[in-house]
């Protein structure tokens, strides 16, 4: 008889997650439980799934997995890791832990009610993002949608943060329909893993708005990846400073891409929203 399996509600921003703690007892979870379980009418409902499992490395505090709501499973995600990064460190009760991903190893440190993570260094060559063409410069790459001659949106920055993303610059977040034009520009030719597709509005020199769709999830309240993105490619153009905010649907993070180690450092905030158990039939195919 399969035991049910409990489960936290939490999220960054409005981008909310199921977290399951695997760490005692290993979790397989097949496409198919994934997006019952993300199911916003069936399920539970979530942008992404996360599952804590053991890490055998010295020195780590816990392994995340992340899955998109569609089942596939990915490599980062920055709100997850703020609020993975709250549920650690207040369970070991220690204020900083390092946190094992598909991605790498990252910092997090708890500071009252905002998570600062240390999202590493980005990835800006053509290969590392990747895309399906060489572009010796990739603060604005040849990809446009709409007439040659009055493109809608054209020429996106690009850069991996764990996950690659494309940012459209323009001049009114309004007067773009991204729910239209999110899942073409995903599934572009010119990106073989897909991508994260944000648009971006530099309102100053430490302050820009922005929209994201998700790979694999869609249109979300905040994407914490795609903010680092944003920072990264808005110093490259020089559109803003090193320290920006960045404005979402769900509320603001603060971003510093330092120029001493070229690290990524986020912070913002976290909420737990409640617990619940998932049904033990769920996982019975799984278990057999």
Request: net charge negative; charged share 25%.
């Amino acid at each position: 008889m399969t035991d049910a399996v409990q489960y936290l509600k939490m999220n960054g921003l409005g981008n909310d997650f199921v977290v399951l703690d695997a760490r005692q007892k290993p979790l397989k979870l097949s496409h198919d439980q994934v997006r019952w379980i993300a199911d916003r009418e069936q399920g539970i409902g979530c942008d992404q799934l996360i599952v804590l499992e053991y890490s055998p490395l010295d020195g780590v505090d816990v392994f995340m997995r992340i899955y998109n709501a569609e089942g596939g499973e990915v490599d980062a995600c920055g709100n997850a890791t703020r609020c993975v990064g709250y549920l650690v460190a207040e369970e070991l009760g220690k204020k900083a832990v390092t946190i094992h991903t598909n991605a790498g190893l990252l910092n997090a440190e708890l500071n009252g009610d905002v998570v600062s993570v240390d999202m590493g260094t980005p990835r800006l060559e053509w290969d590392q993002i990747p895309l399906a063409e060489e572009f010796e410069d990739t603060t604005g790459i040849e990809l446009q949608i709409g007439p040659i001659d009055a493109p809608v949106l054209h020429t996106p920055s690009v850069v991996n943060v764990g996950n690659p993303h494309a940012i459209f610059w323009v001049k009114d977040l309004d007067a773009h329909d991204l729910e239209r034009f999110g899942p073409m520009l995903e599934h572009h030719p010119m990106f073989p893993e897909r991508a994260n597709i944000s648009l971006a509005q530099v309102l100053d020199r430490d302050h820009i708005k922005i929209r994201v769709w998700e790979r694999g999830a869609g249109l979300t309240q905040a994407c914490g990846t795609a903010a680092c993105a944003v920072a990264v490619a808005a110093v490259r153009k020089d559109l803003t400073d090193r320290e920006v905010t960045i404005s979402l649907p769900g509320g603001d993070l603060q971003l510093e891409w330092r120029a001493s180690d070229h690290h990524i450092i986020m912070t913002g905030p976290y909420e737990l929203d409640g617990e619940g158990t998932l049904p033990a039939e769920l996982f019975e195919e799984s278990a057999a």
